[in-house]
């Protein structure tokens, strides 16, 4: 009951963000974080016995996520929320990487890194001051969605499998944001990118809530 009364506030919160941002209302403002808080929230109400670091860093990653939430909300605050987000996404990543047996997939590697080669390219001659901060950003969501896919795959952690979704939901936000930012400004993709967003951290989060019976904490990488 009380889990199901969190993720109703979630969506409340999250439905009336997007239509304050819709509308152009200062709101906004206040509810885009309080969605990630509640988020954040929720992962800690409800976690259980997942292991130590992995739940730390997950925890720790969102907080920078929230982070960069809020330093996003003013455009000249841009390259710190962009910063945010890179070191949110590189805790998540850790935290894939830090269970013992994960194994390294390679032909997957390739393909998400032609994705990250083709956004660049899309972007590439409109990015300007802001082309190596994109550089690096696209790196590391394409790394943390590679490990959230080995991690998956090499099925060390039974609560890992919505992550996959979950990264991939991830980058899909990111690519319209920098086709919103960059390429095509006229484009309104707000509602899109808060849902996607939205639903990969709670996913990402929701991995520390449950019992696990498949892995030992003393399993996972010091």
């Known amino acids: 009951m009380l889990r199901k009364f969190s993720i109703s506030l979630i969506i409340i919160s999250a439905v009336s963000a997007i239509y304050a941002d819709s509308i152009g209302s200062s709101w906004y403002t206040f509810l885009k974080p309080i969605t990630t808080v509640l988020i954040i929230g929720s992962a800690l109400l409800f976690k259980n016995n997942s292991p130590k670091k992995y739940a730390n860093l997950i925890v720790v990653g969102l907080i920078f996520c929230l982070?960069?939430?809020?330093?996003?909300?003013?455009?000249?605050?841009?390259?710190?929320?962009l910063g945010a987000f890179v070191?949110?996404?590189?805790?998540?990543?850790?935290?894939?990487?830090?269970?013992?047996?994960?194994?390294l997939y390679y032909k997957e590697l390739g393909i998400l890194s032609g994705v990250g080669v083709a956004v660049f390219s899309l972007l590439f001659a409109d990015l300007g001051e802001f082309m190596a901060?994109?550089?690096?950003?696209?790196?590391?969501?394409?790394?943390?969605?590679?490990?959230?896919?080995?991690?998956?795959?090499?099925?060390?952690?039974?609560?890992?499998?919505?992550?996959?979704?979950?990264?991939?939901?991830?980058?899909?936000?990111?690519?319209?944001?920098?086709?919103?930012?960059f390429k095509w400004p006229s484009l309104v993709?707000?509602?899109?990118?808060?849902?996607?967003?939205?639903?990969?951290?709670?996913?990402?989060?929701?991995?520390?809530?449950?019992?696990?019976?498949?892995?030992?904490?003393?399993?996972?990488?010091?």
Not at 67 to 81: A, K, Y
Request: proline content about 3%.
């Open 87 to 103: 070191i949110g996404h590189f805790l998540f990543s850790e935290a894939f990487r830090s269970f013992k047996g994960i194994t």
């Open 189 to 222: 993709l707000g509602a899109p990118i808060l849902i996607t967003y939205w639903i990969s951290i709670y996913l990402i989060g929701d991995s520390i809530t449950r019992n696990d019976n498949d892995t030992n904490p003393e399993e996972v990488i010091d």
């Open 133 to 181: 901060p994109a550089l690096l950003y696209i790196g590391v969501i394409v790394y943390m969605g590679w490990m959230g896919l080995c991690f998956h795959k090499s099925k060390v952690f039974s609560k890992s499998k919505w992550i996959p979704l979950a990264v991939s939901l991830f980058m899909f936000s990111d690519i319209l944001i920098s086709l919103e930012k």
């Open 67 to 81: 982070i960069g939430d809020v330093l996003l909300l003013e455009e000249t605050s841009f390259i710190w929320g």
